[in-house]
């Protein structure tokens, strides 16, 4: 047609400023269209990682909460979401909705576990050795506890140096005294004297003051494991063993056990070995010299934990492997960790062959029974004793801290942390009263007497797991000491209502751990948020609308919200994006509209004879502003397709190779290390048509100018 | 030539142009019937109101007061697309600057009034085309654009657009204003051909090489008819 003819000549005739225009309009369609298949994308995976690891499409909880539910949006668990009191009904409910393949209970709280204290270990170890009496292996043992003693002494004598620890503190005075008993000659040659008393000094008093007793924090999901397992199709199983149907138990998430509860040194290397093997080099890379120097600097972590037999045959093996003629193990360990990119791997083998076998390669072991702490609802000091049956890790994710942070835990020692009164909690308390001879325990007291106080937080999970003196030493619980002080005394178990109380609950919870569990009274009790799994190709709107319809018309008091909503922070990770990226789009495209409209409006003021001309051999007014939006169209189709085209080049691209992700957001953001980004026909036409809008939106004011171009204008210019 | 009815009739008109309060009388009560096949030219020094005259009657423009006719309809009471339409329909134009679009060639330019009707097909189209190219001269420059044109082949090409939809009247304003005096004769000698074939032709000029062509001479001083005669000594009197 002649109007689009009209417009390519004019296009054509004044090429800089066509391409100015163009290339902006190319660029923004372009940017539009690339921008809408990455977030395309990115739902999409993001949705997988997400919905499919923990949140279930869609979550319910408690219509009262106080705060908004945020799954990875809080990293302490202490947001006030409320509860839901009965989840065996509400499952029913929720199942019974047509949409709904699944209802799984959950709840989201952080603990803390002591990581395993060499003193605490090679104590255990002595008291093995003393009851099958071998006598050469005690006697190894305790040449290792004395001399960790010695070391902890010559630490302290450090800290005298710098500070008066006369005028310091009680505490402080009290464990440089108790040091110098367990340094004393006096203090071994008496031991066998009275073993027991000997050991239960050095594991009140001296074992605390171990370097490492350190305390892990972490979060976990209360959750009915089994159940999960089966709804969350990324979640499987890495070491160990699921925790046996029914039972009691905690699973470690890979990434933060092999993070935060491995040998600091063991970790290390293993991280050095994942990064040469990405293609790094020690030669080259920062990371990888700063580990090679605090592994040569942190030899203690490995010398602290080994006894004369195993110094021994470490020394042997490293003399060996290093030719050398050092005897000093503290000297041999620096030369050994000085890795370089052509001994690394022998070094590293050489480590887990010789070395690691001595050591506490994890602070709980799978398979240890562990304490963890947390605190109930109205803010109690509690604990639970549970079995590590393995670690899991969410399919894909499993590089992503992010991900990698929630261990797993069983509902209902979740709800005993938690402090909900199971009808197991109901009996404990009832043991408890014949026990310590209490007749009667108000409700609020029991939470006391039970979470914060009593006979509880004496009990030992066994090696790994700290004394309750460990318990006074840490901040948190000095709350909960301070209330055992006032209630017991000294918290020695020596007899007395606390070691009675204490004795009864821990042989209670070790058969707590035996226990197997119905469905029914797994379901039975409190939950603090339900992952929905919706059955597959449900639309995810109106099933949520629809469910929330039905748990209204029970009276339930929960809502409903989907996986973007309950995931917290990084659900609005993706409006965050849509937000920069209109933004971005916003300014190339009123700069395109303004440059456009600039142009034409000149356009308009050079052709005013042509109008004019075209007015009086009469063309309509109409036709004029036909003539300005095919030019504006024309524009809009040939660059704009240049762009889409591109765009689409660029998305095949990135298809192919795969867009790698760059840190733990955004393995979970594209469900894993990789993103392989797909352009639908849609992210085309949204692009075609917001580009044909601006070009037609800056071509109105011209056009009016132009429409106003009367015929005389043709005749006026000839006089 | 004439046929009964006048394809222009003015009757009393006249045209005020407003400069802030100041009225300026362009046309002073003219009145005027331009019959088929004349060869018609407004003479008259600038500013006596030749092509405010003009505009009236190639309805560019309407009267402050009177009648004016354009193949039988009252412009004046017209609305602006009817008079668009008429202008389409029924007229030519041929400027002083010759006004061809810039970016279309000879053949599209010539072509574009027809696009405008759309009443004819396309071969019909090509075919008046190809005949009126022959007919001005100029078929060998069909795909060139006015830039690579000569001003008296531009002219050419300008007189095909007017004639292309066989209008009742050309209305051409000082055609040969910008054209060498051999070019101009050239122009004069074609557009009198075209006359002699049929077409009616209304010009404003003061080119005496036009007016001494013309077959009636209407002259205007200060925007009146001082004189409408066909006769010779006219002729002689305004060169």
Redesign the interface.
């Known amino acids: 047609m ?1 109007l689009f ?2 417009a390519l ?2 296009l054509a ?1 004044h090429k800089l400023k066509s391409f100015i225009v163009g290339g902006l309009l190319a660029f923004g369609t372009l940017l539009l269209v690339v921008g809408l298949a990455l977030l395309g994308t990115l739902d999409v995976s993001m949705e997988k990682s997400v919905s499919n690891s923990i949140t279930g499409q869609l979550q319910a909880y408690s219509a009262d909460a106080k705060d908004k539910l945020a799954i990875f949006g809080n990293m302490n668990g202490g947001t006030d979401i409320g509860t839901i009191g009965d989840f065996a009904r509400v499952r029913q409910v929720l199942e019974s909705h047509p949409d709904v393949q699944a209802a799984i209970p959950q709840g989201l709280e952080g603990g803390m576990v002591y990581g395993g204290n060499i003193i605490d270990t090679k104590l255990e170890a002595l008291r093995q050795a003393e009851k099958a009496g071998d006598k050469e292996t005690s006697a190894v043992v305790r040449a290792h506890v004395r001399r960790i003693v010695g070391l902890l002494a010559a630490d302290m004598a450090k800290i005298g140096e710098v500070t008066d620890l006369a005028n310091a503190s009680t505490e402080t005075r009290q464990a440089v005294a108790d040091l110098a008993t367990a340094g004393n000659d006096a203090f071994w040659q008496d031991f066998d004297r009275d073993p027991l008393a000997a050991m239960e000094f050095l594991e009140n008093k001296v074992a605390p003051l171990a370097l490492n007793a350190e305390m892990l924090f972490f979060r976990y999901l209360g959750t009915d494991p089994v159940r999960f397992a089966k709804a969350f199709e990324l979640f499987e199983i890495v070491d160990g063993q699921a925790i046996p149907p029914g039972q009691r138990g905690f699973l470690f998430n890979k990434l933060n056990y092999e993070d935060a509860v491995k040998h600091k040194i063991a970790r290390r290397l293993d991280k050095m070995k994942d990064r040469l093997e990405d293609g790094k080099t020690i030669a080259d890379d920062t990371d990888l010299q700063a580990w090679v120097k605090l592994n040569k600097v942190q030899y203690k972590e490995i010398t602290f934990q080994l006894d004369d037999r195993a110094t021994k045959q470490v020394r042997e093996s490293l003399q060996k492997h290093l030719s050398s003629t050092e005897v000093a193990l503290e000297k041999l360990l620096p030369l050994f960790f000085e890795v370089t990119d052509a001994n690394f791997a022998t070094r590293y083998k050489l480590f887990y062959d010789v070395v690691a076998p001595h050591l506490m390669l994890y602070a709980v072991k799978i398979g240890d029974t562990m304490t963890v702490k947390g605190f109930t609802a109205a803010g109690y000091p509690t604990s639970a004793n549970v079995k590590v049956y393995g670690t899991f890790r969410f399919k894909s994710l499993d590089k992503s801290a992010l991900a990698g942070s929630l261990h797993m835990m069983d509902l209902m020692t979740y709800r005993d942390l938690y402090g909900y009164l199971s009808a197991d909690k109901k009996a404990e308390i009832e043991l408890l009263q014949k026990a310590s001879g209490v007749k009667e325990i108000k409700r609020e007291d029991a939470e006391a007497e039970l979470f914060g106080g009593g006979g509880e937080e004496v009990v030992d999970a066994g090696a790994a797991t700290p004394t309750d003196v460990a318990v006074a030493a840490s901040p948190v619980d000095e709350a909960a000491a301070a209330t055992q002080v006032a209630a017991h005394g000294p918290s020695k178990p020596a007899g007395g209502l606390g070691e009675r109380a204490s004795n009864a609950t821990k042989l209670y919870r070790d058969e707590l751990n035996k226990r197997v569990y119905t469905q029914q009274q797994i379901d039975t009790g409190v939950v603090r948020n339900i992952a929905i799994i919706l059955k597959k190709g449900v639309n995810q709107r109106a099933a949520a609308a629809s469910i929330q319809a039905l748990l209204d018309k029970e009276k339930l008091g929960l809502q409903v919200v989907d996986w973007r909503t309950a995931s917290g922070a990084i659900g609005n990770f993706l409006w965050v994006i849509y937000s920069v990226l209109a933004a971005a789009l916003g300014v190339i495209f009123i700069v395109a509209i303004i440059v456009m409209n600039n142009s034409m409006v000149m356009a308009t003021l050079e052709r005013t ?2 109008i ?10 109409s ?1 004029i502003v036909q003539m300005f939006m095919a030019e504006a169209v024309t524009m809009a189709l040939v660059f704009g397709a240049f762009g889409a085209g591109l765009a689409g080049i660029i998305i095949a691209v990135f298809n192919h190779i795969g867009l790698p992700a760059w840190n733990d957001v955004t393995i979970v953001l594209f469900a894993g290390p990789r993103l392989y980004p797909t352009v639908g026909l849609h992210h085309m036409l949204i692009a075609g048509v917001l580009v044909s809008l601006v070009t037609l939106f800056s071509t109105l004011y011209p056009a009016w100018l132009a429409m106003r171009v ?3 204008q ?6 | 030539m004439a046929t009964g009815q006048p394809i222009v009739a003015l009757t009393g008109v006249s045209k005020d142009y407003h400069l802030g309060k100041v009225v300026v009388p362009a046309l002073r009560n003219v009145s005027l019937a331009i019959e088929p096949g004349e060869f018609t030219v407004i003479a008259g020094p600038s500013g006596s109101g030749k ?1 405010t005259l ?2 009236l009657i ?1 309805c ?2 309407v009267a402050s007061r009177g009648q004016v006719l354009v193949d039988g309809q009252d412009t004046g009471t017209l609305t ?2 009817q008079l ?2 008429l ?3 029924k007229l ?2 041929i ?3 010759f ?6 060639d000879a053949y ?1 330019n010539i ?3 027809l ?3 759309k009443t004819l097909g396309k071969q019909e189209r090509e075919k008046r085309v190809r005949d009126l190219l022959e007919r001005v001269g100029i078929a060998q420059y069909a795909h060139h654009r006015p830039g690579e044109l000569s001003g008296g082949q531009r002219q050419r090409v300008a007189i095909a ?2 004639l292309v ?1 066989q209008p009742r009247i050309v209305l051409a ?2 055609p040969t ?1 910008n054209l060498d005096s051999h070019t101009g004769t050239a122009i004069l000698d074609l557009m009198q051909e075209l006359n002699r074939a049929g077409t009616t032709f209304l010009f404003s000029t003061h080119d005496p090489r036009v007016v001494s062509r013309a077959g009636r001479v209407v002259r205007l001083i200060d925007g009146e008819i001082a004189d409408h005669d066909a006769s010779a000594a006219d002729r002689l009197a305004i060169q």
């Open positions: 002649i003819r009209i000549r004019n005739s004879r042509e004019g001309t075209m007015r009086a051999i009469g063309a309509q007014k036709l009367t015929p005389l043709a005749m006026q210019d000839a006089e | 092509t003009l505009n190639g560019v423009d602006e697309k668009t339409r202008r389409l329909e030519g134009f400027f002083q600057s006004n061809l679009v810039g970016v279309l599209q072509e574009f009034p696009l405008l009707q657009r007017a939809t304003d000082e204003a």
